[in-house]
């Protein structure tokens, strides 16, 4: 059974740091890429950033290069997202994706709010 739970959600204030994770299990985790979306209320769902599988290279949003880093640790089967410098346009549902050919999972999302 494939799971992707993800973590570390909360709320902050404009200027701090949360860093998400997304457990994965049920599939061959370091053969998949990987990636972080997000969608905002009444917003359609954006992609943050990907990461390949065993080379690891990383590609961002426009929006959030820079103050976002994705990373995975294959040994533990977990992708994380690394997010400093938050704005209250960073508020939003953040959900991980594993892909594979025509396989395609995504996990329930965790919340990121980012008020003061």
């Known amino acids: 059974q494939v799971q992707l739970v993800e973590s570390g959600g909360g709320v902050v204030q404009p200027g701090g740091s949360l860093r998400l994770s997304c457990a994965a299990s049920?599939?061959?985790?370091?053969?998949?890429?990987m990636s972080w979306a997000r969608q905002a209320p009444g917003k359609e769902r954006e992609w943050v950033a990907g990461i390949t599988t065993v080379a690891g290279v990383t590609i961002y949003a426009t929006s959030v290069k820079g103050p976002f880093t994705i990373s995975r640790d294959n040994a533990k089967n977990t992708l994380y997202l690394q997010m400093n410098s938050l704005k209250p346009e960073d508020t939003a549902v953040y959900s991980c994706?594993?892909?594979?050919?025509?396989?395609?999972?995504w996990g329930q999302g965790t919340q990121v709010t980012v008020s003061s």
């Open positions: 049920g599939f061959s985790f370091s053969s998949y890429s």
């Open positions: 994706n594993a892909r594979r050919g025509p396989n395609d999972y």
